[in-house]
């Protein structure tokens, strides 16, 4: 039985889950990362033995078993007729569409496309590219709380209440004599990379995300709840938010180059530091170019002789000389085999 609604239609991730009691003869068409996203989604729901069958193209010279799940060739589908086949794809929704009509002979009403979750708490201040962007980056994290080998990595790193704070910036702070530490970190995601817990100081977090809004419904659906969550806020608004409060350190890791304007966020993260406070980034290199500009990925960190460069196709930032006005910029690491960059400035007093 197939809701009326939901026949030969695409439904989001969400849409999919409400509806889940209705299958009752699934074939699973698709194991790559959303295929297994939605075999994890079974799962959760209790609902697991639903699905007869797993198939996939790469199954056509053999079937295989990875992460305990037997993935077969399309060609079994004749043996599961009246199954509801859910395409676990997000590209060639046509040619695979065309591909079980024609060549298995699979009925199109029994065809359902999954597509991800619409936006649904971010406000209209971005651009389309932007928003389709952050649309694949809720993805990224409902396939890292979804499935249990990426959340078991995702708890132990990130989400311990005693995890160590980052000993690169405890370092860098070693000639403070404050007790306690009140750190800023842009563009956090739904946890923070930073750790919680020091030695030396008492840190007292705060995070903005512009997403924030939409990791909570992720928090609930997964029973996630890290130590600390985000704010709603885009880098580019946290002066407005934050109004005249100050930070000892302010901090973002691989999220400057999802942004629309980069370089006014490093502006305001480094208006908002004390005097004396630490700007502590850390990105990869050139993420814009190898994404192919798609997405959140519109701007590119590089180093050139020593220098760190924010640049796209048609603007190029030389950050020693942009932020000059606060402080001396220090590139800490530019490792080219792993595409890190990480840089910091100590702001004048």
């Not at 007790?179 to 995070?207: E, F, H, M, R, W």
Request: proline letters at 2%.
């Amino acid at each position: 039985m197939v809701n009326s609604k939901l026949k030969n239609v695409n439904v989001s991730i969400d849409e999919l889950v409400e509806n889940i009691e209705i299958y009752e003869n699934v074939a699973l068409y698709g194991f790559g990362e959303f295929g297994q996203l939605i075999h994890c989604l079974f799962e959760r729901s209790n609902a697991l033995n639903k699905i007869k069958v797993v198939v996939d193209r790469s199954a056509e010279n053999g079937e295989y078993i990875t992460d305990s799940v037997l993935v077969q060739s399309p060609e079994v589908l004749a043996a599961f007729k009246g199954a509801t086949v859910i395409v676990a794809s997000m590209s060639f929704a046509d040619e695979i569409k065309q591909y079980l009509t024609q060549e298995l002979s699979v009925s199109a009403s029994k065809i359902i496309f999954v597509r991800m979750n619409e936006l649904s708490a971010v406000d209209g201040a971005h651009s389309d590219k932007w928003r389709e962007g952050a649309q694949e980056e809720i993805y990224f994290w409902e396939k890292s709380l979804a499935t249990r080998h990426r959340r078991a990595t995702l708890c132990e790193l990130r989400v311990q209440k005693d995890a160590a704070f980052n000993s690169d910036i405890v370092a860098l702070l070693a000639n403070s004599d404050k007790s306690t530490i009140n750190v800023l970190d842009v563009g956090s995601g739904p946890v923070t990379a930073l750790g919680y817990c020091s030695d030396k100081y008492n840190i007292q977090l705060n995070l903005v995300d512009p997403l924030a809004n939409e990791y909570k419904h992720l928090y609930a659906k997964y029973q996630f709840y890290p130590p600390v969550v985000p704010e709603a806020c885009r880098g580019e608004d946290v002066i407005e938010h934050f109004g005249e409060r100050q930070f000892d350190v302010a901090y973002s890791c691989n999220a400057l180059d999802h942004s629309e304007e980069p370089l006014k966020i490093l502006h305001n993260m480094c208006h908002l530091l004390i005097g004396g406070g630490l700007l502590y980034v850390d990105v990869h290199e050139n993420v814009a170019v190898e994404a192919g500009y798609a997405g959140l990925h519109q701007w590119n960190f590089t180093v050139e002789k020593g220098q760190v460069v924010l640049w796209n196709d048609t603007h190029r930032h030389l950050l020693a000389v942009e932020l000059q006005t606060y402080g001396q910029l220090s590139l800490l690491q530019y490792d080219q085999n792993i595409n890190s960059i990480k840089f910091c400035l100590t702001k004048s007093t």
